[in-house]
């Protein structure tokens, strides 16, 4: 199931700060009390936050407490869609005022991550944050200066990482599966000029900020990220350098931010990582492709398949479905699929942040796993916006360490 079929067209982003693994836990795991609910409120009740309240209202240990978003509609929309009662703020600072609420989900633009998820370290609020982590490298070195004084748990929206699926595809590859690894091939396309439809044209860009780069990393920052942090992960580094393309030759509508990006990461040992997006063809949608001299892994949002080079044995391959002595069988138009049983990955995310507050446990998907997928979301913007070769710089560690 995609993630956009999953978080439903629910209502649109908001700008809310501009007012101013251990083992992953199954849901029969988690168990509700008076002594182990976390009370969370909602920055940004969007599309994204906005469609992640049904899902909060599923997992007994997240109680819904409040929501938060600077546009009054937005703010109904997503209160309606809450199971129980809940208080509305058109303030986040407000919200994080009450004392009651132990975490909160940060769901606004990109561009206003790092001051909220300041403002609520402050607060001492437990922080779920979207992705991506941060804007630009200042933004991140910024908000990684006030974790270093907090105690509270930071998870990044990198949903993946909670993912059994990913998790187990991960360590199929870091055991040898697809053999030395040569390159990565991404992609996330859509069709569609990604605009939200504007009531107000007062409010172009409130709503429609992603077309703007004062408030948005577009495609890179909003798709990309997330493939971006999968093969940082995989390859437990970062890229050396990174070079790209990209243009606004589809869509002439006034956007800022590219239509279309094509991105090239180099990594240790020369592994290349190819990322694409584009707006204005679908095909194959989103996919990520890990090629090795063994074989091939290719991915979408919920599903695996393997792709064997030359010769093998079938008794071998009898063990990527996660059961034993399961005979295995080439699908149709695919690969030999990978076949483990997993909750869906925004889910499992939520339940793992649940998991992490209560046990006071560090979230697989952390700050430090979101700030260097960050870091390379940048990186891959001043290639393109600069037309340059961009490379990792020596401080970017101190940005997360």
């Not at 779920?128 to 998870?155: C, D, H, M, P, R």
Request: proline share 3%; with cysteine; charged share 25%.
């Amino acid at each position: 199931m995609k993630r956009r079929t999953f978080v439903k067209n629910s209502s649109l982003g908001a700008l809310g700060a501009m007012a101013t693994m251990t083992a992953i836990p199954t849901l029969n795991a988690l168990t509700s009390s008076k002594n182990d609910r976390i009370n969370i409120g909602i920055i940004g009740t969007g599309d994204r936050g906005g469609g992640l309240i049904p899902v909060i209202d599923e997992i007994p240990n997240l109680n819904l407490m409040a929501c938060c978003d600077i546009l009054p509609f937005r703010l109904e929309k997503g209160m309606s869609r809450a199971s129980g009662k809940v208080k509305g703020y058109s303030d986040y600072r407000k919200m994080l005022e009450n004392k009651d609420i132990d975490a909160v989900l940060i769901a606004t633009p990109f561009s206003t991550h790092s001051v909220i998820g300041i403002d609520a370290l402050d607060a001492g609020k437990h922080i779920y944050g979207e992705k991506t982590t941060a804007k630009g490298y200042k933004g991140v070195k910024n908000l990684n200066e006030k974790i270093k004084e907090s105690s509270t748990i930071f998870q990044t929206g990198h949903q993946y990482h909670s993912s059994r699926l990913y998790t187990h595809v991960v360590d199929l590859i870091k055991e040898g599966k697809v053999g030395n690894i040569t390159a990565f091939e991404c992609q996330w396309n859509r069709h569609g000029n990604w605009r939200r439809p504007v009531p107000n044209p007062d409010l172009e860009r409130l709503i429609n900020w992603r077309m703007y780069r004062e408030y948005s990393g577009g495609l890179v920052a909003e798709l990309c990220s997330h493939q971006i942090d999968f093969v940082n992960w995989v390859l437990d580094a970062v890229p050396d350098q990174v070079m790209g393309s990209g243009g606004i030759d589809y869509w002439k509508d006034g956007r800022e931010t590219y239509d279309n990006i094509h991105l090239i990461y180099n990594y240790p040992n020369g592994v290349k990582a190819k990322f694409t997006c584009l707006t204005s063809n679908a095909l194959n949608d989103y996919q990520i492709k890990v090629l090795g001299d063994k074989g091939t892994i290719i991915l979408d949002y919920e599903n695996a398949w393997f792709y064997p080079e030359g010769n093998f044995d079938s008794r071998e391959l009898g063990e990527l479905d996660g059961v034993s002595g399961a005979t295995v069988q080439w699908e149709k138009g695919k690969g030999i699929p990978i076949q483990i049983g997993h909750t869906h990955s925004s889910k499992q995310a939520l339940m793992d942040f649940s998991e992490s507050v209560l046990n006071n446990t560090r979230p697989k998907s952390d700050f430090v796993t979101g700030a260097k997928a960050a870091i390379a979301v940048q990186m891959g913007l001043d290639a393109m916006y600069n037309n340059e070769i961009v490379k990792w710089k020596r401080e970017f560690t101190n940005f997360y360490s």
